[in-house]
Each structure stands twice: as C-alpha cells, then as structure tokens.
C-alpha cells in the first residue's frame, strides 16, 4: 500500500470514482472510516484536505471527525511523499544499537531532514518507534522493504536500488 | 510426514529470515536436493521462527538437531553436498547450540506435544503455518471440539481460572477472571477481541507466535467466544505486520473451509467468525479502550475505566480483549488441564513467559522460558552473554518498563518478585545493555518516544511527557540544573497519580527506576550552579513521593 508507481496514468477523475466506489460498498458497515482511509491513501499516496472532504461527504459524517482520525494516526500522510519513503526506527533496541547514527547519516546524504522530501521527490523521509523488528537493530525500511542490521556504510548500496 | 528415517531440513521462514532470502533459500535447496537425486530422502519444511533472530538465514537438521545460519544462496550447493551427500556437518555454519530432538515432526501424542517446557512456541518452527492440516496434524482444533462438544462455557472458564493463567499483555490481570466477568453480562451481541497491535518498542513476540502458529489464535479465540458466548472475534493488528496480516487471513479462510470458523462449528448450534482490523500506526491504540475506539473508525484516545471493556466494550457491548500470547496457552491448558499448566511457572504465575532478549548480547532472538527465571540466567544461559563489554543495566518490559542494574540480576521474573521492587514484567522485552549506553541516553530515548505517543487527551501527559523529554536531554547534554532530578520525579509521581489513562501513568516506570538504581551517574549531568523554575515543588508541598 502506499505506492502509487503503477498508477501515474489514472486521472484525478479515476481516483475520486474508484474511492466513491469503495466508500459506497463499506458506508453501511460500523467503524469503516479508518479502512475507507487506508484505501483513500492507496489511491491518491497521501491525504490532502480536498480528499478528506470528499471522505466526510461520502461517509456522511464532519470533516472534523475525518481530520482528527487523520492526524491522529502516523501511517496516515497528508503531504505528497517521495517516490520511495524511507523510515527509520528509532525505537529503544534500534536506538542503542546505534540508528540515531544511521538517521544523521542520511540526512547527511540526501540534504533533507525528517518529515522532508528530497528537490527531485526521489526520497522522503520519516521516522518510528520500533517496526518490530528488533532482532534485526538497528532497522530502516524504505517503501515496504525492512533493511537490517545497518550500517552507514551499507546505506549507498541500498539506497541505489531505489531510482 | 511422520516418517522418522528421513531426514527433515527445517527452514525459518519468517520477517527476519526472509529478509536474508530465506525463501531463495529453500528454493536453492530443493532443487539442489533433487539435482543431486535425494528429494525423497531428505524433506524440507518451512517453518516459522526456530530461535537465533539475528543470524541471516537458519536452517535446522533432523535427525541430530543441528542448527546451521548465516547460510547464503551460493552454498547451498556445497551444503547440500557436504550434509546430505556425504553426510557430513558442514562447519562453516553450525551453530555450537541445537535444536531439541522433539522438534522434529514425529507421531502426534497430544500429551508429549508440548515439549521442553514450550507452550506457546510449541509448534513455531516445527509445522507449516499456512497448512492447516500441519496444525491438525499435531493435535490442532481438538481443544475446541473438546470444549465445544463436552464442557459448558462455565467449565470452561474454571478450568482457565484453575491454571491461573494471567494476561500476557502487560498488565498481568487474571484471564479467567477477565473471561467470567464478560460472561456475566447478559447483554448481546457480545465480541471476542484479539490484541496484536504489539507497539512497545523492542517487542515482537506476538508478531512471530502469529507467523508461526496463527492457526492457534484462531482456536484460541473461538474457545473464548464460546465460553462467553460471543459470536463475532476482531484482531487489531499493526499494519507494519504484513506476513502475520497474511498468514491469518489464509489461516481464517482454512478454517472457514473445514467449518471451524462460520455456523454450526463441530455440528453444535455455535456460530463464531474473525474479522481482521488493521491499525493505523499509535502507540496508544495497544491500550485496550483505545484500541475499541480505533476499531470504531475513531481517533484511539482512551476512554474512561470503569466501566470495564467487559461491561460495556466494543460499540458499547460485553467484550473481551485478550493479548495474542495469553491467547496462544488457551488451547494447551483445555487439553491438559490446569494442574498440567501448574507445573511451569511460579505458584503466583504459572506457565512460561515469550521473551524477546535484545541489545548488546550475542545471541539476541525470541525464547520461551518458565515464569520465574532470572534476567542472570536469560543472558547468559539463553543469550549467549555480553556481546562486548559489561552488564550495566537491562530494561525489561519495553520503554514503558523499569530499569534495572547488575544488582537486580538474580531476580526472578516473575509478577510477584518483582512488585516486591516496585517494578512491572511488561510486555517480554528485555534489553541488555553494556557500559556503552548513558542512562541519560536511554532515558531520553524513552522520553522522546513517550512524548510522541501521548495521544494528547489528557494535559498531564501532554506537558509531563514534553518536559520528562527535555529534562532528560539537557542530562545527556551534561546540561541538567541543580534541581533536574528533584523535578523529574515531581512531574513522574504527578503523572502517575493524574494521567487519565495508562500511558501516561506508565511514564514514570522508567524514571523512578533510574532515580533509584543509577542516581550517582545522573547526577554528575548536573551543572551545580544553575536552578530551573520549580513547577511543582514548593517548600511545604504535600508531593508524595515514590520510590
Ligand atoms: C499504552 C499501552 C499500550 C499497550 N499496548 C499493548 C499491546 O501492544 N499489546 C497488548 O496485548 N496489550 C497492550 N496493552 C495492554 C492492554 O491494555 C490490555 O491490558 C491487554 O491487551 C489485555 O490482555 P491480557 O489480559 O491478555 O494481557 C497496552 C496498555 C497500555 C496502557
Ligand atoms: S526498536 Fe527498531 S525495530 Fe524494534
């Protein structure tokens, strides 16, 4: 989920048709708005207000109540991310095996600090707590791949896989 | 499948072997295995973790149990060769350790299945998880159709309340009481809840017991519809879980097909059925009032307690929320009985605990061990000791857990030794750490993640969190006022006493434990001269303070 590289060519007209589809199946069903957003965030790759609003209406509740969902939960996004989202876990086993290091050096490398997007879109980057992988310290996962027991200088390697 | 004069190659396939090409792997090894024509000799089997979770791909060989890892894709040949042509160990990769002889897949005998003290653990690493029949095969789904077919929903809940088995979520609170309690509430529709949103950091036992035996969950969970009489059972799952998402959507489909999940499961009038809620990433969605808002389509924020989840749960009604391990003892103790259960474990605490032992030690990886055993004997009788340095301090339980030093080593793990300290088991991590690490450091480390967990609901948490962080960095700065220590427990003990829900409250755990065992090196973060604002303290305060 997430990625959105196979589906540059639907139009916006597309995306908007295939969520109304999805809101009309599920809208009856109690406690749908958060999977009716996982696949809103499939379609579009992140939420922007105009979406949110369109989620309000379809479902038939405040856009308020969609928003406070929103920016409650971290997987949802509501900024465009790069073409490959990078995380690294900053969680206590990652931590002391040394991720805060991981993290400088690609911010470092790439010029952007959390919570940024790389000029050229390539990259965007954020952080977690633990994607419970701990056996692997310290972890990062870029798109839905998980890269164990980094090092920094692993870290050019990998990252040239993803164009 | 149970013929013991073959030889049986167990290959690890779960999110950390996989990322190491266990899949090439196995691959690899077939078809080396049929190039060299032995295919019918030796069997390979896919299996969920075995142990080791750090050691790239692992591989385990019956009989004999030796324990290869670090195996890569261009060796197989020469492993094959070596192993099972020639018959010889292939020294490059044998581990020193092995593998018990029970886990090779032999003759089912419910009463030997659970073997070496494993009870949860039993069958990862042993059977296919994907295959129902491999669960079948080893006595899989007989606790539920002895529980459906001969005991009523109150037997049942007595024979759970006998083995004292208590929850494994964190809290510790006594599962059968918890299970009475919901089936007292005649109101219905009632739900059965499974929780695997698993977020505290450096914990991932309930991710490798659903990769490797999700088949058990669901068993688990339709025995406990059963005897509290609901009908419908959710898992909230992290999203981050793809292979545990996977494997139990594929395990409830099985089941569907073979009627043990649906209407009418084993020709009785009982109907049950699972649906899977995927999270959304927060902390706080683990804690369970939270976690029925977010399966409600809400932001995850707590809710007030009482009244309890089994008074008034999910969309309002009786509902029972149980932590994925505590689930996975339920159908080996319908099988054997709680007297059976008894015999692991400490009086107080029967059964085994899932541990995931990390940081600075050589083996860091996933064990089951009985309830009761000391952190010494899990670091250096299970994990393979220090990997470089010193013990200098463990965290057990996560980052909302207690932080121990070497004086506290030979503690028995268990709930009531440790209440005795003022301390909590938590949730299985336990992080070992050598002299490389500051306490300041680690704190710090917490404090930030506490500060962005803190769902925001309540000001105490919001604020208390906030200011614990930067307490905490200005000490690993070597920045800390005079007064930071004071400060620090203040705004702990406020948090502990007024946080509306328990992650606030849980906040203190590490930072009381720091006070208490490792004040001397906090202290000398301090600059002696300067004193912050004191915002709680004042000369004749009625604080009180805990230690
Ligand atoms: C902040 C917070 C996070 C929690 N996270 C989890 C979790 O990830 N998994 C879990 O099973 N229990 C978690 N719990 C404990 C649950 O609230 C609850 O006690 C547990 O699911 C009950 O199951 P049990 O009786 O089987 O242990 C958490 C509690 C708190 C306060
Ligand atoms: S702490 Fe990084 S994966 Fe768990």
């Known amino acids: 989920m997430g990625c959105l590289c196979n589906q540059q060519e639907i139009s916006e007209e597309e995306k908007y048709k295939q969520l109304k589809e999805f809101i009309a199946e599920n809208r009856e069903k109690k406690g749908y708005l958060i999977p009716v957003l996982h696949m809103a965030q499939v379609i579009f790759g992140y939420l922007p207000d105009e979406v949110q609003a369109f989620v309000a209406r379809g479902m038939n509740i405040s856009t308020s109540q969609v928003k406070g969902v929103v920016t409650f939960y971290s997987y949802f996004k509501t900024s465009p991310a790069g073409r490959h989202h990078i995380t690294v876990c900053l969680g206590t086993a990652c931590y002391v095996r040394g991720s805060k290091k991981i993290l400088d050096a690609l911010e470092d490398k790439l010029g952007i600090k959390v919570g940024e997007t790389t000029p050229d879109r390539r990259f965007s980057m954020g952080v977690q707590r633990c994607l419970g992988a701990c056996g692997l310290a310290p972890v990062i996962m870029i798109d839905e791949d998980v890269h164990g027991r980094m090092t920094a200088k692993k870290l050019d390697k990998i990252l040239d896989q993803y164009k | 499948m149970n013929d013991k004069s073959i030889t049986q190659v167990l290959v690890s396939i779960d999110s950390n072997t996989v990322l190491s090409g266990a899949r090439q792997i196995k691959t690899k090894l077939i078809t080396e295995l049929s190039r060299q024509g032995i295919s019918e000799e030796v069997r390979v089997i896919e299996t969920g973790s075995i142990g080791p979770t750090n050691q790239g791909v692992v591989l385990g060989v019956f009989p004999g149990g030796e324990l290869y890892a670090n195996l890569t894709e261009e060796e197989i040949a020469e492993f094959v060769q070596e192993r099972f042509v020639k018959g010889r160990t292939y020294q490059k990769r044998l581990l020193a350790e092995k593998l018990p002889e029970e886990m090779m897949l032999q003759e089912y005998d419910s009463r030997k299945t659970q073997y070496y003290g494993r009870i949860v653990l039993d069958n990862c690493g042993r059977i296919n998880p994907e295959d129902i029949e491999e669960y079948i095969g080893v006595g899989g789904y007989e606790a539920l159709g002895s529980a459906l077919q001969e005991k009523t929903p109150e037997e049942i809940i007595n024979i759970i309340q006998a083995s004292g088995l208590r929850g494994r979520g964190g809290a510790g609170f006594p599962t059968g009481l918890k299970w009475s309690f919901t089936f007292k509430e005649k109101k219905y529709p009632k739900y059965v809840v499974c929780n695997a949103d698993e977020g ?171 309830i009761g055993i000391t952190l010494r004997e899990v670091i250096y009788d299970y994990a393979g000791g220090i990997s470089s340095g010193e013990f200098k301090m463990a965290q057990i339980g996560g980052t909302a857990g207690d932080i121990l030093s070497a004086e506290q080593l030979d503690v028995p793990l268990d709930i009531q030794s440790l209440q005795a300290l003022g301390h909590n088991l938590g949730s299985g991590a336990l992080l070992i750490m050598n002299d490389s690490i500051s306490v300041a450091e680690l704190l710090t480390s917490c404090m930030k993640f506490f500060a962005h967990e803190s769902c925001g609901k309540c000001s105490v948490c919001r604020i208390g969190t906030e200011y614990l962080y930067t307490a905490c960095n200005r000490l690993r700065k070597g920045e800390g006022y005079a007064d930071e220590l004071e400060n620090m427990r203040d705004i702990a003990t406020t948090m502990k006493l007024t946080a509306f829900c328990p992650l606030g409250q849980s906040v203190a755990q590490p930072v009381f434990s720091a006070l208490k065992y490792f004040k001397n090196e906090l202290s000398k973060s301090i600059k002696q001269n300067k004193k912050s604002f004191s915002p709680t303290r004042e000369k004749n305060s009625k604080v009180i303070y805990y230690s």
């Open chain 2, 200 to 370: 505290e950091p450096g914990t991932f036992k309930d991710r490798l017991i659903m990769e490797g035996d999700p088949h058990k969950i669901i068993e688990a969970m339709v025995i406990a519809g059963y005897a509290v009489e609901a009908e419908q059972g959710f898992i909230y799952i992290r999203g981050e879980y793809k292979l545990s998402i996977e494997r139990l959507q594929k395990a409830i489909q099985q089941a569907r097909e073979m009627n043990l999940l649906g209407e009418n499961i084993f020709g009785t009038d009982f109907n049950f059925d699972i649906q899977i809620k995927i999270g959304a990433g927060s902390y706080v969605c683990g804690e369970e009032t939270a976690l029925l808002n977010s399966i409600e389509g809400y932001r995850g924020e707590p809710r007030l307690k009482p009244p309890y989840p089994a008074q008034y749960g999910l969309l309002q009604q009786p509902t029972l929320i149980n932590n994925v391990e505590t689930l996975a003892n339920i159908p080996a103790i319908i099988l054997n009985g709680p007297d059976w259960f008894r015999n692991f474990g400490t009086e107080n605490m029967p059964g085994t605990k899932v541990y995931t032992v990390l940081g600075h030690v050589n083996r860091p990886g996933l064990i089951e061990v009985p």
